[in-house]
């Protein structure tokens, strides 16, 4: 990608931070409920036997009605925590299972059953932009980007982007090592990017 581009994404960063310090944590919306998505994104996460999460900062939409509903059928949940240069996630389901970690974000504790990548069915991944293409714009550390680009190759998970309504863009400059998401979630509206995707084919 050009300089030019790469300009670009630091730009995006700045206004967004500068706009994300205006924001109270308690005041960040929630995301679209399961009830609300496409019937055949409510059978793959509800089907899941493993859904990664995470805690949310900042204005980053809030999951708790998603987390409860998955919980209550029984499916596992797995949270990130910052490990060096990666993000390991480790499966809890238990409010008490987390503490103050990287980056001020709340992390699993210590002792809790590390998740092998190939168990993660469905990943809800936040960002700090993504556009109607599944595009993410993150915090410039590429910890997702790491780790979900083997299993993006190998075609097995599905990540969902969380972004709030006016953080979700038409477009966003791209990288090829950039995180693209199947969907994106905001709190009014779920966008089917693989179906964006066969549209523009079939034009």
Known sequence: MSGN???LKKLIRRV???RRKAVAEENAPMAADIEKWPKKWQDRIMGAKMVAAYMPID?????DSIIRKLLEADVKMCFPKVEGDDIIFYETSSEDSFEEGSFSIREPKSGLKKVDPQEIDV???PGMAYDRKGTRLGRGKGFYDRY???LKEEGRIRILGFVSEKNCFAALPRDPWDLVADAVVTETS???VSENRKNEVDQ
């Not at 204005?59 to 999951?63: D, I, R, V, Y």
């Open 123 to 125: 990943m809800l991944v």
């Open 16 to 18: 967004l931070r500068d």
């Open 5 to 7: 581009a790469q300009r």
């Open 190 to 192: 779920f966008t089917d």
């Open 59 to 63: 204005e980053e939409l809030l999951l």
């Open 148 to 150: 979900c680009r083997k």
